[in-house]
């Protein structure tokens, strides 16, 4: 399937945020994921090795799609691109990134906090939004609040989320999709413990899957 920018969220209900810190982790550790049933992923350029490893899941891994997050200036995004990156994730909104979104044929989710940001990203065309820092700008009643006057706009809530609480994100009408970084540790990925990532991308798609099913909504 083809993502664009209405489906992004629609592909997965749970976005891993991948930090990457050696790039030769990045084609098993994409292959672990898709194994424990998530073909996509947001690799976080807070490394030196994030971009490459960009590269590679693109060139290398087959069925999977790749984003970059953490792109919080116009030379990150363009850096993103050059990579192979499938789709954007920012942190915050600025009027240039906006722009640079809303110019760019990727799909973009810009990160948002309070009801400005999201008009501010409104005024540019974007109607879906990651909700940063979930868990510590209000988590769920936050997210309820927001959908009275935002009722046209979809999130994907992320920090903070983990096994413990994505269903009761998930169950929200308003949360297409949750985000987080707890399926692939760094520990984890030093010890080429590809096993672990399996189980625990396992156990957060059935946890979804039993809230999707309950609400009726949405994929994994
Ligand atoms: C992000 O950039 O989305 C966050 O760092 C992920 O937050 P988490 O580590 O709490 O999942």
């Known amino acids: 399937m083809q993502v664009n920018s209405e489906n992004l ?18 084609v098993p550790l994409a292959e672990a994921l898709k194994q424990g049933g998530i073909a996509i992923l947001e690799v976080v350029l ?11 899941i693109r060139q290398e891994v087959t069925g999977v799609i790749v984003g970059a997050g ?14 192979g990156s499938e789709f954007i994730v920012t942190p915050g909104l600025t009027p240039a990134i906006a722009q640079a979104g809303a110019d760019s044929p990727l799909p973009v989710l810009p990160g948002i906090s309070r009801a400005s940001d999201i008009m501010l990203g409104q005024e540019y065309g974007y109607r879906a939004f990651k909700f940063f820092p979930a868990e510590a700008s209000g988590g769920i009643p936050a997210l309820k609040a927001l959908a009275g006057p935002f009722g046209d706009v979809v999130f994907c809530p992320t920090g903070g989320i983990g096994l413990h609480n994505l269903a009761d994100y998930l ?18 990925q030093g010890q080429g413990d590809w096993q672990a990532i399996t ?13 999707t099913q309950e609400e009726g909504t949405g994929a994994i």
Request: hydrophobic share 45%; glycine share 4%; aromatic share 2%.
């Open 9 to 26: 969220l629609e592909m997965t209900s749970i976005m891993p945020v991948v930090e990457i810190a050696d790039v030769d982790c990045a």
């Open 46 to 56: 807070r490394t030196p090795a994030s971009l490459e490893a960009i590269s590679r």
């Open 70 to 83: 953490t792109v919080t200036s116009l030379d990150k995004f363009q850096a993103a691109v050059d990579a």
């Open 171 to 188: 169950r929200l009408p308003s949360v297409a999709c949750v985000g987080g970084s707890w399926l692939t540790p760094l520990d984890l």
């Open 199 to 211: 189980q625990r991308t396992e156990e957060a798609v059935a946890a979804a899957r039993g809230a």
